[in-house]
């Protein structure tokens, strides 16, 4: 039998449960979100918890089965929401570069020097590539990356207390999900590639700022690329493999499962169907919202690309 058991740690309280814990990991978002909801009556030492928790206090939320727990979230408080239940808001260090507004110029910079003159606060993986002139104007390092994404197609995401701009984190481990056995509720549907309306949209900033632009597919889910110093020729030819990869026959959408197996955004999962074993694949995960409390322990995982 499977108890559920957790440990979540706020400044300097120390919880074993709550009412409902709810940790928000991937997509394209730059920020992972938590939200911890304790009952509005508890006191400890005589004082309530508003008075307790406090902003940017440190937060570790753990959870897991039989007294074997696992990390599901490192973050701080950003804020908290008084009234029944008591929620905590809190989010992953991408808090830390929301703090200080930037302001510098270049005249023909890397990517590197921009985020290097972020002065940020947590180590950094960077993508190779050159700008003309460039300027970050009175924002902080969380905007600056948001206008990088929207400008240049540049994603950036942490993990593990690292932040990766125009980089994917390293993979994680393979999870096998038996659909029959793992799976609580599914929304998947599988699609043939004929069936699969696709457009992939590759950019090439080129050192002057320019950006030029090639496209294969059309309709549907739309899937941005972007690369540094790419010819008009090159960049088509890549547009045309990576449709290749996103227009497959294989599932999408989303699972929900149990706390077991304990995955990570990061992670590939390896679907099978005992219904119809011909359809089972590795798929990577796009995003996992995960819930726990005094209802049980759910994680729900929407799929992402298949490999082949």
Not at 126 to 150: P, S, W, Y
Not at 202 to 225: D, F, K, V, W, Y
Not at 261 to 283: I, K, M, S, T
């Amino acid at each position: 039998m499977l108890v559920l058991c957790s440990e979540i740690k706020i400044g300097r309280l120390s919880f074993e449960w709550a009412n409902e814990v709810r940790i928000v990991h991937g997509g394209r978002s730059l920020t992972d979100t938590c939200t911890i909801q304790l009952p509005q009556n508890v006191r400890l030492k005589d004082s309530d918890l508003k008075a307790i928790v406090r902003q940017n206090d440190k937060v570790t939320v753990r959870s897991g089965y039989n007294g074997v727990l696992y990390t599901g979230f490192n973050g701080y408080v950003v804020r908290t929401e008084p009234g029944v239940p008591f929620k905590i808001h809190c989010e992953d260090d991408a808090w830390l570069l929301k703090q200080k507004p930037i302001t510098k110029s270049f005249r023909s910079p890397t990517l590197a020097e921009i985020i290097a003159a972020m002065d940020l606060p947590i180590p950094y993986v960077v993508i190779d590539m050159k700008f003309g002139a460039f300027r970050l104007n009175a924002i902080t390092a969380a905007m600056a990356l948001e206008q990088l994404q929207q400008k240049f197609g540049i994603d950036s995401s942490i993990h593990e207390g690292t932040l990766y701009v125009g980089v994917s984190p390293p993979h994680g481990k393979e999870v096998k999900l038996n659909v029959q056995y793992n799976v609580v509720t599914s929304n998947l549907s599988y699609r043939f590639k004929s069936e699969t309306a696709v457009k992939v949209v590759c950019l090439s900033l080129m050192p002057n700022n320019e950006i030029i632009e090639a496209t294969a597919g059309q309709g549907g889910e739309e899937i941005r690329r972007v690369y540094y110093r790419i010819d008009q020729n090159q960049l088509q030819a890549t547009a045309d493999n990576l449709l290749s990869k996103y227009q497959y026959d294989g599932y999408r959408g989303d699972i929900t499962t149990f706390g077991e197996p304990y995955l990570q955004y990061n992670d590939r999962v390896y679907l099978q169907d005992e219904a119809y074993p011909e359809r089972a694949g590795l798929y990577d995960i796009e995003s996992i919202d995960t819930v726990f409390g005094v209802n049980g322990f759910r994680r729900t995982i929407k799929i992402g690309a298949k490999h082949e």
